[in-house]
């Protein structure tokens, strides 16, 4: 596993999410954002666009596992969503919860 980079601007994170986010293989929601997407009544499809068109509104920032996290955020049909996603550099993404 490769390290993280120190330091990661928005531009950066928003290219490594995009890129991950072409292949829904590499993009993991855990068990709290399938709940949410299940109450919320969001389908996977909107979550993978929202990580592949949306912005980024809060981070990045190092959690504490020392993973690079952020809130990617897209309005769409007057509906907006945001991920909370865990960049696990060069493996995937996990998305932790979606609101």
């Known amino acids: 596993m490769a390290k993280p980079p120190p ?3 928005k531009q950066q994170a928003l290219a ?16 709290h ?10 389908s996977r499809r909107q979550m993978m ?11 990045p920032a190092l959690n504490s596992r020392g ?10 049909a007057g509906e907006e969503m945001t991920c ?3 960049i696990e550099w060069d493996q995937q993404l996990v998305v932790r919860t979606v609101f």
């Open 33 to 42: 954002a399938r709940q949410r997407l299940n109450q919320h009544k969001f």
């Open 49 to 59: 666009i929202c990580l592949q068109k949306g912005v980024i509104t809060e981070g």
């Open 7 to 9: 330091k990661l601007s």
């Open 16 to 31: 490594v999410i995009r890129e991950f986010a072409k292949n829904s293989r590499d993009v993991f929601p855990v068990g």
């Open 67 to 76: 993973h690079w996290q952020v809130n990617v955020t897209r309005l769409a």
């Open 84 to 86: 909370v996603v865990v």
